[in-house]
């Protein structure tokens, strides 16, 4: 059973403090972060993002809130594709991570707007292979580029936010070239609105959504781009 089957299982047990627990984590999300200074244009109506940023239910959550979003699909990036499955990525030893592919209009919501969004509230930038309490190297920060723009942005933006010591701690995220993304398993798709009572996704993932409403009322929109709806 891996790490996160295992909290699941824990977190049943104590559900009954979920209201606290949220209380103080969606305090701690609750902040505001200046923006990518370096954001250039894009000409496109359709640009696709891939980020890493812990279990993928509460990632994937976090996006289909934002407006300019047209899916979010939760995945796998980094290995190669005939390690792209959940059984084989639980184990830390495939190279991927736990990952969303967001597919947004740029004259709506720019990269550098969604990096805002993916450092302040859909994840922690400084812990290293874990968020919460998910540990290994599938569970890391990261950015998989799609571009050579993409991943000059994501580069300047860390550098930003680092020498401005907007965190307590170094950025611990990744930048690098995409390679490949490679879709979840169907049951792990709009995971987040198809469980919201799951103790797992009322302690950790909730949370997330309640910060990107309060942070940034003008990207949140109320009803989420789902992708069964796509």
């Known amino acids: 059973m891996n790490l996160k089957a295992i909290y699941i299982v824990a977190a049943a047990a104590c559900v009954a403090l979920a209201t606290p627990l949220l209380s103080s984590h969606a305090r701690d999300l609750n902040a505001a972060i200046p923006a990518a200074a370096a954001d250039p244009a894009n000409s496109a109506t359709r640009e696709v993002a891939v980020l890493a940023g812990g279990c993928f239910w509460g990632v994937q959550g976090v996006f289909e809130h934002v407006k300019g979003v047209t899916k ?132 950790n993932d909730l949370p997330k959504i309640a910060a990107l409403k309060r942070v940034w009322p003008d990207f949140y929109r109320e009803k989420p781009v789902l992708l069964a709806e796509n």
Do not use: C
């Open 72 to 203: 979010v699909v939760a995945g796998y990036s980094g290995g190669d594709k005939k390690t792209s499955s959940y059984e084989l990525v639980s184990d830390g030893n495939t190279g991927h991570a736990e990952s969303v592919q967001i597919t947004f209009d740029p004259h709506r919501v720019t990269f550098g707007q969604l990096l805002r969004i993916y450092f302040s509230v859909a994840h922690d930038p400084t812990e290293l292979n874990r968020q919460g309490p998910d540990e290994g190297t599938q569970y890391r920060s990261e950015i998989f580029a799609a571009s050579p723009q993409q991943e000059q942005t994501a580069k300047a933006y860390i550098v930003q936010l680092d020498s401005a010591h907007v965190f307590a701690a170094p950025i611990a995220t990744k930048v690098e070239s995409l390679k490949g993304f490679y879709p979840a398993e169907d049951y792990h798709q709009d995971y987040l609105f198809r469980n919201p009572r799951a103790a797992y996704i009322v302690i």
